[in-house]
Structures are given as structure tokens and as C-alpha cells.
């Protein structure tokens, strides 16, 4: 697989945001805050949430760079941690491989804590102060290290962050064992190419975190409605306000008068005692309102333009048919001028009636031997001509038009509609339920308006035109409307008056209610359904930020470069330490934000719920989480430091003797520090370094021995001499004894006594490897798996009668220093001659007997 452009491709699929959060990881390796924000912003984006194909990811084709190799060099300055309190400096030198060696309580353990904690490992505990002493203010140490050759020391305190030049310490203990046997656990080391996928997780995780932050900020202010509207439709409507439209949230914000009126009715409902004495009164006041509405309808159209205009064209008719009337009775007979006009009209219709009581019998003008009933004269032929040619003018087409005309403009006038005044008015809006200032100040205007009109209409509009009112029409709309709201509530005391649901309006009334009061909280509702809509987005935001897609590539892509080679490791180990009989086998369970994750599984058993930890001997258990840390960090770039401590408990000689050989092989190429309490391990580790050469042993080997006096522990113990050669460790107890013979000159019996003791304790040791170095040649020695016979087995050919007499005879003086004694027998320590004596003796014997070989060959 071509991983790099795997990756790549991948990449160019994922949306904008993501690939500027992997651009940005490939060139810097890692995101600051800043980073973030820009990411953050960017996923808000419509086009951050859209792949692009602009970018080339050419880092993706760098090459690593090679790893650091780091050293321990000593832990010193020990204050306040478990029960260390050594004198000097814990001292790993330079050797690669170092084994620490000390009894149980001598420290080992605490020492590896400290390393666990510092080296920031997820699985160190938290250091305690020893408990048998008072805690000092300040719990730390001293860690010095080398990176790539140059040397640096750390103060560390306990509570303190990691150091950073010390996480690529390796440690196995038993805390590390359980974990490699029983959890899911990802590979220590993972390609930098594949290290993109966990860092992006990482960087989508946190910007999901961020996000969510952001949304925790948005706190509603929305009212708590109260309880007592928790059943209606409202509560509902209230809880949801983030699912409405735009046209629903209208809707439910609006209170319109309707909704006002309903309530009142209601209210007005539930408070009445006599519904059908309030559906009369309803309707007193609604024909009180019919009245307004009528006189409002038939004024707006008496006083409106287009009757106001046909009174003018009645009054411009009549005028105009009179002036043609009167063109029209110019009489020939006539001998003055204004005949046909009104006032002689008069005149003539007043001579008319006149003329019945002097001439009841004769039809008007009476002219045959008649008297002017004017003037009372005799009248001419020409005065009788005269009067019969007014009264054909009168009777004439002309005067008859001109008398239509004026009769119908006078009807006109007359049918204008009484104007109500003030006083009136405000009696019949008292009347119909009309009392709002506005309404009041409306018809006042009105009827005003209307008087104006009127009054310029009767005077035939001589001084002034009359204006027409305006439109009363939207008025008398909403009148009406109230007048039909009266008879719907008339008619609905009717109903109640028969029979009345108290319950049921009751609860519409609560819902009204409970609508008017969501209607007054209508600012704080938009600014919520604001914020629930940026929660809306801020969900889908975060759905963008999820780790599945990069989990999943992830492990597609790591199943072939890291779980297949973890797999292998595992296999290669298990063959390494003699555990391959062992029925476990490593597999990969699943991704977890993009790391895979493995476990140690019985192979082939028929319970899959079975797991090692539960099956396995203590000694099976332990050699297979070995296996798995050694694979799993083995093949880390660059050399860091393994410390091992007791990595045999409970093992058998098999096992331990493949363990110590792979740790000689770690050594060969990075520090490996063992703690260890077994003399087996130390001796194996010896022998086997021996194999390597003698240079290799000298410049690669160190052991080393800590131990633990009057409650404290982590002491570096001088040479002695269970490590040193038999020779050395001959001269050491004699320059001891010395030490031991001076305090007694100072302190007396008991303090010779007390330093004797620990000699011929050593002595009894001295005494059983001088067998095994000396006499034997090494051909056998205590803890090694191996015997040799080349170039050693010859000399075994010298041993002599007395040489065999010797050793009996001190083995047998100074077992009782070694081994426990009866009570009864009491054990006696040797004057200072007479242990001085033994010990020249056994050295005088060495040299002997190496002289005496050396003869030989």
C-alpha cells in the first residue's frame, strides 16, 4: 500500500475544515489556540463544510527523521518519596546494561514509581512520603539524563508536570504486566505518516469541545410559563419554539382585538349569574349600535360626494328650466317686463286664488264683464287679451318643466337626514357599548362634517360649497362587526341560559390566557427562537467535527502497516522468550478517535469470554505481557532507556534464562536498567554478558546494589562480596576486620562483636563461592543455566586431600553465622586473631592452589 497517497486521497474527499486542520498539523506538527479558532470558524462556513481539491499535502511525503537516543545517568537528591533516603547518588553509569540487585523493601520498586511518574506514563501511581516519618515540605528529586551525548538535570517535585526529555523511557513492572494481559491497548509506536490520523482526531475533538463551549454560552432567557398554564395547547407551543416556521411564529405571537373579545366574553361568561338577563341587555345594546351604524350609512351617503353632486345637478336643472321658462314667457300682450319670473309667478297664483271669491262660478281669469281682480277696474279688450295670455303662458310646456325641476331640488333638500348633535351622540354611544376616545373623537368629527355639509346644501351653497363627508364605510365595517359580536354573545347566553359548560370555558378561557401571555413575552421569544436556531446550527456543527470517518480511515489504513507488524512482533517475541507452547494470540479489537486498539486473546478457545489472566499459570502470564511490551515498543524510532523490574517473577529457569538472553540483546543497542531481588537473574545476566566478550562485558555491564537500613531504603551499597571476585572479596573482609577490631579497641567487646558478626556472615558466603570459583575452576556456579568445561574441567584434576580438608573444616566453623541455630547452642563470635587467622588462611589457600595450577599447566 502506497500509504502516503492513501492519506492523500482521503484527504481531498474530507471538507475544507478538516483538510486546513491536517495542513496544518503535516507543516506544524502540532495546533495552538489560534489554530483552533481559525478551524472553528472556518467549519461555520458554508464552503468549510465542503471537500476542495486545492491542496497538495506534500508532507506527507517528508521523511522522518531519525530518533534521539537517550540515557539515564543518575537519580540523586531523593527528599520525601516512599521510604528512599539514600546517602548517594543512585548511579546508572555508562554501561548499557546496568543490574540493580537488592532485597525485598530495598527500594527497587519505588525507584521504578519515580521513573513511571516523571516519564509521565498513563499507568503511575501517586507517590507517597514515608508514612513512618513526618512529611518534609517538599516531596522531590533529581533526575540527570543524557540526550544524543549532551547531559542535563531535572528538578523534579512531586505533583509536578512529566518531564518532557524523559517520556521515552520504557518501563515494564507489574502494573504494566496486568495491563498488556488483560486491557485493549494501542501501539506504543505508530508511523509518523499514520500519527496524522490521531492528531487530527484529536484536533476534531477539540474543536467539537470548543463548540460545545461555545453553545453552553448560549443560555436561554426565555420566562418560565407559569404552571397554571401547563395543559393548554400553549405549553406545548412554548416547548417547541425552536420547530416553528417563521409564519407559526407569527402567529402564535399575535393577539388581535378578536382574541380580546373572546376573552372578555368569557371572563364575562364565567362571572354572570343570569344569562338570558345579559343576552337582553346585549342586545338593547345592539340596537343601540344599530342605530349609529344606520345614521352613520345614511348620513355618509345623504352628506357624501355623489349625492351632494346630484343635489347640485337638481339644483343647476331647476335654475336652468327657469330661466328658460321665464325666456319663454315674454307675452306679446305684455306691456312691462318680468313676466314669468317667481315673484310675478306669485303674484298670478295669488290673483288666482283671489279670483274664486269674487268669481266663485267662473274659471280663472274671468275677463267677460269682469272686474281686474288686481286692479279693480274695468277691463279693455286689451287687458282681457292680456290675462287670457298669462294663463296659456302659466299652462304652457316650459313653466310645467321649470315647476318639475324646482319641485324635485326641494325634495332633494328636504330628504336631507337630521344631523345628530353632540349631546346626542354621546348619549347613543353610551348606549351601544361606544365609549373609546377614538370613537368618540371619529363621529364628533363626523357629524361636524356632516353639519358643514348640510348647512352649505340649504343655502344652495351661496357663501360656501359644501364638502362631503368622508367614507364612513371602514367605521361602519367595524360597527358591524361588534353588532354581530354582540348577537353571537347573545345568543350564546341564550345557550347558557339553557344549559352552561362551566368546565369547558373555563379551560378556553386558561387558554386565552395562556396565548395573551406568550403574546407579551413575543421580545423574548424571537431573541430564544434566535438562540435555538444557533443551537440548531451548533449541532450540526458538532456532527461535523465527529472522529468516526477518521477512525475508520484510520484503521483501514493501519490494520496493513502497524496492527499486521504489531502482530508479527508479538509472534517474533513469544519465539524469543521460549513461549511460543503458549495458546495466546494478539489481535486488533477496534478504533477509538482513529488509535487502534489490540489485545492478548486465547487462541482457539471454545469459551470466547475466557481470558488469559483467568486461564494462564502466574508464569504463562507473566513471559506474554513480556512479549507484548517488548513488541509493542521495541521498534520505537531511536534508543531509549527499558527498565525492567523483577521481569521473572514467577517464572522457572526456562523462562528466565530466554528472558535474560533478550535482555542481553536489548543491550546491544540501548540502555537496559534491571531491578531485580533474585541472584539467579544477576548471575545469568553476568554469565551471558560474559558471552558477549570480555570488553563488551567490561564496558557494557554494571551491577550494582541497593539496600535498606532503619527504615529508609535506596541505598547504593559499597562493593561486597557477593560481586566481587573471591580474591577481592577475601581482602575486603580483612580490611573490614580491621575496621571491626579498631571499634573494639574504642567501643569495647559489644562493638567488635556487632561488625564481627556481619563478617563471618560474608565469610560463610566467601567460603561457598570459593568452591564454585576457586576449587571447581567455575566450571558449575549457583545461578547459571550453563556449565563449562572448556579449558576449566582439567584443573579440577588438582584438587587435593587437604584442599577438600580446608574448606570442610571452615564451611562447617562458620555455617552457624548463616544458617539458624538451636537456642540451645549458643553461637559464639571469633576473637579478632582468630578470624583474622581463617581468613589469611582461605586467601593463602587461593594462592596456593592458583599457583599450584598454574605449575600444572
Known sequence: MDVQAEIRTWLLKQNDWLQEAADRLLKNGELGPADIAALVAILKTPSGQKPTKHRGFVELTNNPKAGDELRLVRIADVVGIESLEPRVPLEFGSANLTVIYGHNGSGKSSYTRILKTVSGKPRAIDLKTNVFKAAPPHSKCSITSKLNGVESSHEWIVGGDAVDTLRGIDIFDSDEASHYLTAESAAAYIPPVLSVFEKLASAAEIVRQTLESEQAKLVSALPVLPPIYGTTPSQKLYSGLGKLSVSELETALRWAAEDELRLLALVERLKTEDPAALAQQKRRTKAELQKIISALQQTSTAYGADNIQALRNLREEAVSKRQVAVEGAKVKSAVLDGVGTATWRAMWEAARLYSATPYPETA???????????????????????????????????????????????????????????????????????????WLNYLKGFWQQALSAKNALIAHEAGQLAAPVLPADEAVTKLTVYRDELEAAAAQYDQDALGFDRAQATNQKLALEAKKWITEQAAAIRVEVARLHQVNDYESWKGLAGTRAISMKSAEVTQAVVTEAYVERFNRELLALGATRIQVELVKTRTRNAKVLHQIKLKGAQNGRAMPDSVLSDGERRIISLAAFLADVCDKPGAAPFLFDDPISSLDHDFEWFVACRLIELAKTRQVVVLTHRLSLYGVLEDLARKQGEKWKADHYQPLCIEAYAGVAGHPADQDVWNANTKKANNLLITKLDAARKAGETGGAAAYRMLAQGICSEFRKLIERSVEEDLLNKVVLRHRRSITTDNRLHAVQDIEPKDCELIDTLMTKYSCYEHSQSSEIPVFIPEEPELRQDLEALKAWRDGLNKRRAEAA
Request: glycine share 4%; with cysteine; proline share 3%.
Open 364 to 438: 280663472f281669469p274671468a275677463t267677460a264683464d269682469a272686474w281686474c281682480v288686481l286692479c279693480h277696474q274695468e277691463l279693455s279688450e286689451d287687458a282681457q287679451q292680456r290675462l287670457k295670455d298669462f294663463e296659456s303662458f302659466v299652462h304652457s310646456k316650459l313653466e310645467s318643466d321649470a315647476r318639475t325641476a324646482e319641485a324635485n331640488y326641494k325634495a332633494g333638500l328636504d330628504q336631507l337626514p337630521g344631523i345628530t348633535t353632540e349631546q346626542d351622540m354621546q348619549t347613543q354611544c353610551q348606549a351601544a357599548g361606544v365609549t373609546d376616545e377614538a
